[in-house]
């Protein structure tokens, strides 16, 4: 029956691979026996239920794999027909790489390699953090195992190597990897690339090895799992050594890795893998088979926690509703509790970022996050102590230098579910992060990315870390909220938006230097995107259209402009994002057509011109210098800006 159930999967692979005529048949045919007793034997999922918070985590790293987890997803139970797979990479629910809200049962897009184990990083992290907090003895609430299965590309990522070592260093017993090692890539063997030896390497990084020789050998899987799981203060590597494109001609090469094996070839593979049964025909006995050891079990694993979770809402009423509320994420931010944070006459948004989010951080205890060895800097800090396998209650996450890894954790935490998660770095750096960024918005999750040290103010340290196309290419990324908050008014806002998302990350844009706080900036005008932040005395004569720093600079730059007896209009627009959402006689209002606007921003000019054929931006890199001596090389000075506008 465990053979005719992993022929099952086999088969389902190739044969929807073969009809899309697209696809990677070569791990479904090799890793279907490790993907088969992990589910039926190990995996404590709910898949009538699938978003039950104490459910083990399953992320196929290797997403090109994608027709192995639909078709074990399929026979499982979860809501993917018989009609999806036959549809798999045509529109509808079966996409080429996993995608999560998209598809029932899938936890994670994995779509460039290395994020789906980053990400298993991030769920692994949540479930100590939840478990310090709310576990009681004899009532362990959150208590689950992440598993990931993966492949040699996920490993070559860089990514993931970072993601690894952060891993290993936190001690984090629950991440099981499974590593479908055979030894074949895209372009060939893997040793063309690669020559390290795993088992040295992941020892090194604080891993257990566990190396399972026969990858069809059911028994070494298992109990490799189980040795695995015994393992409490070391996350496991489970090398499995397989052959790509099991039973298929040229099963151990390249060429079953990304192609379709093709009908002539599924139908000699049916006779040597004895499988008599027609395209997309799948035995009753194999469905009751998978709904007894995956649906049934499942269901009676989260039986048992439920009446355990009543019996601990009984004795622990307190931690069950913060527990619930922590599940739930949904709370208000009560902007009254922080206006006193905007008092000062001028001060860094950095600064006030910093002092928003400890405030913040005492009231909401799921607010946990990081930054990449910045936190001096960046005041992306996280409170009650510094998180490691000694302290799982400490809510500042020590990054390390590994922005790539950082970004990927911080969705893999708010994929878990319960946490509020942010992260911190120099502005420069979302470069490194902006993969995960991206995939953020892809899976419209409320991953919160703090950058401070936003533009050429930065000064001495140079065009390396001066961002100038940065901002434009991350307000170009669907469902993304960038806000760059010209004070401290509008940063208190950014982080109550931030906060309250439940399918937008978002992006804070900080300064390094000081600015000053206005009295007119307000929570409802960022909320809209852009608004006027000082208006025109008499009839309008132009406006002053900026963001950030640059707000400060179009209110001094106004006052230049009155004294030649023109009306000028400032407006700040925090949230291109939020304002292109805005109706259209809202944007009339605060843009009004046949009116000279002036945008204004020291970084690429590009995302201005939606808004005015007029912007005063800067299109070359930066150069290493004091901040005030930057600002006039580039012309920006109130003068400066006056002038362009009366041109």
């Given at each position: 029956?465990?053979?005719?159930?992993?022929?099952?999967?086999?088969?389902?692979?190739?044969?929807?691979?073969?009809?899309?005529?697209?696809?990677?048949?070569?791990?479904?045919?090799?890793?279907?026996?490790?993907?088969?007793?992990?589910?039926?034997?190990?995996?404590?999922?709910?898949?009538?239920?699938p978003?039950?918070i104490?459910?083990?985590?399953?992320?196929?790293?290797?997403?090109?794999?994608?027709?192995?987890?639909?078709?074990?997803?399929?026979?499982?139970?979860?809501?993917?027909?018989?009609?999806?797979?036959?549809?798999?990479?045509?529109?509808?629910?079966?996409?080429?790489?996993?995608?999560?809200r998209?598809?029932?049962?899938?936890?994670?897009?994995?779509?460039?390699?290395?994020?789906g184990?980053?990400?298993?990083?991030?769920?692994?992290?949540?479930?100590?953090h939840?478990?310090?907090?709310?576990?009681k003895?004899?009532?362990?609430?959150?208590?689950?195992y992440?598993?990931?299965?993966?492949?040699?590309?996920?490993?070559?990522?860089?990514?993931?190597?970072?993601?690894?070592?952060?891993?290993?260093?936190?001690?984090?017993?629950?991440?099981?990897?499974?590593?479908?090692?055979?030894?074949?890539?895209?372009?060939?063997?893997?040793?063309?690339?690669?020559?390290?030896?795993?088992k040295?390497?992941?020892?090194?990084?604080?891993?257990?090895?566990?190396?399972?020789?026969?990858?069809?050998?059911?028994?070494?899987?298992?109990?490799?799992?189980?040795?695995a799981?015994?393992?409490?203060n070391?996350?496991?590597?489970?090398?499995?050594?397989?052959?790509?494109?099991f039973?298929?001609?040229?099963?151990?090469?390249?060429?079953?890795?990304?192609?379709?094996?093709?009908?002539?070839?599924?139908?000699?593979?049916?006779?040597?893998?004895?499988?008599?049964?027609k395209?997309?025909?799948?035995?009753?006995?194999v469905?009751?088979?998978?709904?007894?050891?995956?649906?049934?079990?499942?269901?009676?694993v989260?039986?048992k926690?439920?009446?355990?979770?009543?019996?601990?809402?009984?004795?622990?009423?307190?931690?069950?509703?913060?527990?619930e509320?922590?599940?739930?994420?949904?709370?208000?931010?009560?902007?009254?509790?922080?206006?006193?944070?905007?008092?000062?006459?001028?001060?860094?948004?950095?600064?006030?970022?910093?002092?928003?989010?400890?405030?913040?951080?005492?009231?909401?205890l799921?607010?946990?996050?990081?930054?990449?060895?910045?936190?001096?800097?960046?005041?992306?800090?996280?409170?009650?102590?510094?998180?490691?396998?000694?302290?799982?209650?400490?809510?500042?996450?020590?990054f390390?230098?590994?922005e790539?890894?950082?970004?990927?954790?911080?969705?893999?935490?708010?994929?878990?579910?319960?946490l509020?998660?942010?992260?911190?770095?120099?502005?420069?750096?979302?470069?490194?992060?902006?993969?995960?960024?991206r995939?953020?918005?892809?899976?419209?999750?409320?991953?919160?990315?703090?950058?401070?040290?936003?533009?050429?103010?930065?000064?001495?340290?140079?065009?390396?870390?001066?961002?100038?196309?940065?901002?434009?290419?991350?307000?170009?990324?669907p469902?993304?909220?960038v806000?760059?908050?010209?004070d401290?008014?509008?940063?208190?806002?950014?982080?109550?938006?931030?906060l309250?998302?439940?399918?937008?990350?978002?992006v804070?844009?900080?300064t390094?230097?000081?600015?000053?706080?206005?009295?007119h900036?307000?929570?409802?005008?960022?909320?809209?995107?852009?608004?006027?932040?000082?208006?025109?005395?008499?009839?309008?004569?132009?406006?002053?259209?900026?963001?950030?720093?640059?707000?400060?600079?179009?209110?001094?730059?106004?006052?230049?402009?009155?004294?030649?007896?023109?009306?000028?209009?400032?407006?700040?627009?925090?949230?291109?994002?939020?304002?292109?959402?805005?109706?259209?006689?809202?944007?009339?209002?605060?843009?009004?057509?046949?009116?000279?606007?002036?945008?204004?921003?020291?970084?690429?000019?590009?995302p201005?011109?939606?808004?005015?054929?007029?912007?005063?931006?800067?299109?070359t890199f930066?150069?290493?210098?004091?901040?005030?001596?930057?600002?006039?090389?580039?012309?920006?000075?109130?003068?400066a800006?006056?002038?362009?506008?009366l041109?």
């Amino acid at each position: 029956m465990e053979n005719k159930a992993i022929n099952a999967l086999r088969f389902l692979g190739v044969d929807a691979i073969n009809k899309a005529n697209s696809g990677h048949p070569g791990i479904v045919l090799g890793s279907a026996p490790m993907a088969y007793k992990l589910f039926t034997a190990h995996l404590n999922i709910d898949v009538k239920k699938p978003n039950w918070i104490n459910r083990d985590r399953f992320v196929l790293s290797a997403g090109h794999g994608s027709m192995l987890l639909y078709a074990l997803n399929h026979l499982s139970g979860y809501k993917i027909s018989m009609e999806d797979l036959e549809n798999f990479r045509s529109i509808g629910n079966t996409p080429g790489h996993p995608e999560y809200r998209h598809t029932d049962g899938v936890e994670a897009t994995t779509g460039p390699l290395g994020q789906g184990i980053s990400n298993a990083v991030g769920m692994a992290i949540a479930e100590t953090h939840l478990a310090a907090r709310f576990n009681k003895p004899e009532f362990n609430v959150m208590d689950h195992y992440t598993y990931v299965i993966c492949g040699d590309g996920d490993l070559q990522e860089g990514v993931a190597l970072e993601s690894i070592s952060l891993a290993g260093h936190l001690g984090l017993g629950k991440l099981i990897v499974l590593f479908d090692s055979n030894d074949i890539q895209l372009d060939g063997k893997v040793s063309l690339a690669y020559s390290e030896d795993h088992k040295k390497k992941f020892e090194a990084m604080g891993w257990q090895h566990i190396l399972v020789e026969d990858g069809n050998d059911l028994n070494q899987i298992n109990k490799a799992i189980n040795k695995a799981k015994k393992d409490s203060n070391r996350p496991s590597m489970i090398e499995v050594k397989t052959i790509i494109g099991f039973g298929a001609t040229k099963q151990g090469t390249s060429s079953v890795h990304g192609s379709p094996i093709g009908f002539e070839e599924a139908t000699k593979l049916r006779e040597t893998l004895n499988w008599p049964y027609k395209p997309f025909e799948i035995p009753e006995d194999v469905y009751n088979h998978f709904h007894k050891k995956v649906t049934l079990r499942g269901q009676r694993v989260h039986k048992k926690w439920k009446i355990m979770f009543d019996a601990y809402q009984e004795k622990y009423a307190e931690e069950a509703e913060l527990f619930e509320s922590f599940i739930k994420n949904d709370y208000k931010i009560d902007l009254l509790e922080l206006e006193d944070l905007a008092n000062a006459p001028e001060e860094a948004t950095r600064n006030v970022s910093g002092k928003v989010l400890q405030r913040l951080s005492q009231k909401h205890l799921n607010i946990i996050g990081g930054s990449a060895d910045l936190t001096a800097s960046t005041k992306a800090k996280g409170a009650d102590g510094n998180y490691d396998k000694d302290h799982r209650l400490a809510r500042n996450i020590n990054f390390g230098v590994r922005e790539h890894a950082m970004g990927a954790i911080i969705n893999g935490m708010t994929l878990h579910g319960g946490l509020k998660v942010f992260g911190g770095a120099f502005f420069v750096f979302s470069d490194y992060m902006k993969p995960a960024i991206r995939l953020a918005a892809i899976m419209s999750i409320p991953s919160i990315f703090v950058f401070s040290h936003d533009s050429i103010a930065v000064g001495e340290d140079g065009p390396t870390h001066q961002p100038i196309e940065q901002l434009a290419g991350l307000r170009a990324i669907p469902n993304l909220n960038v806000i760059r908050p010209a004070d401290a008014s509008e940063t208190i806002a950014a982080w109550k938006i931030a906060l309250e998302s439940k399918e937008t990350p978002t992006v804070i844009v900080l300064t390094r230097q000081n600015v000053t706080n206005y009295q007119h900036t307000s929570y409802d005008g960022v909320l809209k995107g852009a608004y006027i932040v000082s208006k025109e005395e008499n009839e309008l004569d132009g406006i002053l259209l900026s963001a950030g720093s640059e707000v400060d600079l179009a209110m001094q730059a106004k006052e230049i402009l009155k004294e030649q007896g023109l009306n000028i209009r400032v407006v700040s627009m925090p949230s291109q994002f939020l304002f292109d959402k805005q109706t259209k006689k809202y944007q009339k209002e605060v843009l009004p057509r046949r009116k000279k606007i002036l945008a204004i921003e020291m970084a690429s000019s590009m995302p201005w011109y939606k808004y005015t054929k007029d912007v005063y931006g800067l299109d070359t890199f930066g150069a290493s210098a004091p901040m005030e001596d930057v600002l006039k090389l580039f012309n920006f000075t109130k003068e400066a800006i006056a002038e362009a506008f009366l041109k």
